[in-house]
Nanobody, 124 residues
Framework: QVQLVESGGGLVQAGGSLRLSCAAS????????MGWFRRAPGKEREFVAT????????YYADSVKGRFTISGDNAKNTVYLQMNSLKPEDTAIYYC?????????????????WGQGTQVTVSS
């Protein structure tokens, strides 16, 4: 059984930083992508970032490019999201996601497994 568990969320002031972690258990060896979506209050789920395990390629939403960095430790089946220069509009529940394959990576339907989410709140 596949399980994704996020950690590292919390409350931070604008301009601050947080580091999210996602630990995967179960059959993780076939994961092609792991990444992050977020859902702000009253908003639809939004793609944040993802990493392709085979080559380490990373992809970011324009809204976080230059501020967030995604990385992974394949041996530990763990992906990280370093969030710097946080803004109040980054406030959301952040979900860890994984996909077994595919060429589309920015839609919720592109991912097979979802974590329970971790709350990130950025105060002004």
């Amino acid at each position: 059984q596949v399980q994704l568990v996020e950690s590292g969320g919390g409350l931070v002031q604008a301009g601050g930083s947080l580091r999210l972690s996602c630990a995967a258990s179960g059959r993780t060896s076939n994961y092609a992508f792991m990444g992050w979506f977020r859902r702000a209050p009253g908003k639809e789920r939004e793609f944040v970032a993802t990493i392709r395990w085979s080559a380490g390629d990373t992809y970011y939403a324009d809204s976080v490019k230059g501020r967030f960095t995604i990385s992974g430790d394949n041996a530990k089946n763990t992906v990280y999201l370093q969030m710097n220069s946080l803004k109040p509009e980054d406030t959301a529940i952040y979900y860890c996601v994984s996909a077994m394959g595919g060429v589309r990576i920015t839609r919720p339907q592109d991912y097979d497994y979802w974590g329970q989410g971790t709350q990130v709140t950025v105060s002004s």
